[in-house]
T-cell receptor
Framework: QKEVEQNSGPLSVPEGAIASLNCTYS??????FFWYRQYSGKSPELIMS????GDKEDGRFTAQLNKASQYVSLLIRDSQPSDSATYLC???????????????FGQGTILTVHP | DAGVIQSPRHEVTEMGQEVTLRCKPI?????LFWYRQTMMRGLELLIY????????DSGMPEDRFSAKMPNASFSTLKIQPSEPRDSAVYFC????????????FGPGTRLTVT
């Protein structure tokens, strides 16, 4: 079982719709969760972080975390063609020692927003 | 502010040659990370440093790979000898000590080993 799993997509949504991206993780003691956006041929860019159960909103983005279900999601409201990218879920399991700075990434979900 | 700087941006080399990738982190950042990205394996952490000291190198694939950070503003990732399966995009990232997981990535080096 992969540590961090995402549906690779592609996920296609019309402009103005809500895009919903999902991620599950296997280590129950995981504590910190991140969403990175990666445009084709570019480097990953941090867009959201979430550390506690519930929702966290930042502009058109909402991250949702459910530790009991080991599930984290990213909602993009009013999707725009410029949101078309690969979205990477990343998880840290801070079990002490050398894991303090380690992120494990999912394979990413390709999102396409069509006009 | 300048972001993370990597060089070269593209490298094409023949199997068996030595390859050196370079990274300059964001000024003031005390964590530095080296990642490799391929279609098959995704984005993988190879090694990371804190205050120039290697903390975890468990992701380094084998002894052909080595990384150094001689000072706070420079790091290298070396592959010797290189093999075709090393072809990938190599990213360097840096972060602040208070938030080591909020990482800023450089533009990457696309390595092709023929």
């Amino acid at each position: 079982q992969k540590e961090v799993e995402q549906n690779s997509g592609p996920l296609s949504v019309p402009e103005g719709a809500i895009a919903s991206l999902n991620c599950t993780y296997s280590d129950r003691v995981s504590q910190s969760f991140f969403w990175y956006r990666q445009y084709s041929g570019k480097s990953p860019e941090l867009i959201m972080s979430i550390y506690s159960n519930g929702d966290k909103e930042d502009g058109r983005f909402t991250a949702q975390l459910n530790k009991a279900s080991q599930y984290v999601s990213l909602l993009i409201r009013d999707s725009q063609p410029s949101d078309s990218a690969t979205y990477l879920c990343a998880v840290n399991t801070n079990a002490g020692g050398t894991s303090y700075g380690k992120l494990t990434f999912g394979q990413g979900t390709i999102l396409t927003v069509h006009p | 502010d300048a972001g993370v700087i990597q060089s070269p941006r593209h490298e094409v080399t023949e199997m068996g040659q030595e390859v050196t990738l370079r990274c300059k982190p964001i000024s003031g950042h005390d964590y530095l990370f080296w990642y490799r990205q391929t279609m098959m394996r995704g984005l993988e952490l190879l090694i990371y440093f804190n205050n120039n000291v290697p903390i975890d190198d468990s992701g380094m694939p084998e002894d052909r790979f080595s990384a150094k950070m001689p000072n706070a503003s420079f790091s290298t990732l070396k592959i010797q000898p290189s093999e075709p399966r090393d072809s990938a995009v190599y990213f360097c990232a840096s972060s602040l000590g208070g938030r080591p997981l909020e990482q800023y990535f450089g533009p990457g080096t696309r390595l092709t080993v023929t």
